[in-house]
């Protein structure tokens, strides 16, 4: 099976930043893609950023130019960067890994890291 241990969450005023890290362990393939996605309360849950084996990223429109997703593949851990945070960043921050192997899909989740910005 596997597991997504996040950490780096927490409070943080209007402005400031956190690092958020997730690492992956288990049954891992190695041609994955590795992502944020975030819940804010009533909210849908949304990706925030998300980064290929190889180095492609995407992000929410929202968080451009803000936030920075990497990864250490030898480590199977990504990273979130945010930078000049702001209220409506508030939430729980899940992990994500996902990969297709043999026409099969497999997806995996964190169990997730408060982030709360406060104004």
């Known amino acids: 099976q596997v597991q997504l241990v996040e950490s780096g969450g927490g409070l943080v005023q209007t402005g400031g930043s956190l690092r958020l890290s997730c690492a992956a362990s288990?049954?891992?393939?190695?041609?994955?893609?590795m992502g944020w996605y975030r819940q804010a309360p009533g909210n849908q849950r949304e990706l925030v950023a998300r980064?290929?084996?190889?180095?492609?990223?995407n992000y929410a429109d929202s968080v451009k130019g803000r936030f920075t997703i990497s990864r250490d593949s030898a480590k199977n851990t990504v990273y979130l960067q945010m930078n000049s945070l702001k209220p409506e960043d508030t939430g729980v921050y899940y992990c994500?890994?996902?990969?297709?192997?043999?026409?099969?899909?497999?997806?995996?989740w964190g169990q997730g890291t408060q982030v709360t910005v406060s104004s």
């Open positions: 288990g049954y891992i393939f190695s041609n994955n893609a």
């Open positions: 994500n890994i996902e990969w297709r192997r043999l026409g099969n899909s497999f997806e995996y």
């Open positions: 980064v290929t084996y190889g180095g492609n990223t």
